[in-house]
Nanobody
Framework: QVQLVESGGGLVQAGGSLRLSCVAS????????MGWFRQAPGKEREFVAN????????YYADSVKGRFTISRDNAKNTVYLQMNSLKPEDTAVYYC???????????????????WGQGTQVTVSS
């Protein structure tokens, strides 16, 4: 049974930083791409960033490019999202997600991801 558990959210002032973590269990972590999404109140869940199984390639939403960095440590079964220069519009619940299939090229589409964590709240005050 695949489980994803996020942590690291919190309240931060605009311009500050947070690092989110997502620990995966239940299968061989290094075989799977990973993604981060977020959902603000009253809005649809949107793509933030993804990373290939090897960690060699990453992709970001335009809204976070240059401020957020996704990375992974396959030895620790963990994917990270380093968030710098946070803005109030980054306020949302952040979710990590993973596909069911191995060695897939990750996309921005929610439909590609079969497993989701419970989410961690990030609140950025102005």
């Amino acid at each position: 049974q695949v489980q994803l558990v996020e942590s690291g959210g919190g309240l931060v002032q605009a311009g500050g930083s947070l690092r989110l973590s997502c620990v995966a269990s239940g299968r061989t972590f290094s075989y799977y791409a990973m993604g981060w999404f977020r959902q603000a109140p009253g809005k649809e869940r949107e793509f933030v960033a993804n990373i290939r199984w090897s960690g060699g390639m990453t992709y970001y939403a335009d809204s976070v490019k240059g401020r957020f960095t996704i990375s992974r440590d396959n030895a620790k079964n963990t994917v990270y999202l380093q968030m710098n220069s946070l803005k109030p519009e980054d306020t949302a619940v952040y979710y990590c997600a993973a596909p069911r299939e191995t060695f897939t090229i990750p996309t921005t589409r929610r439909e590609q991801y079969d497993y989701w964590g419970q989410g961690t709240q990030v609140t950025v005050s102005s």
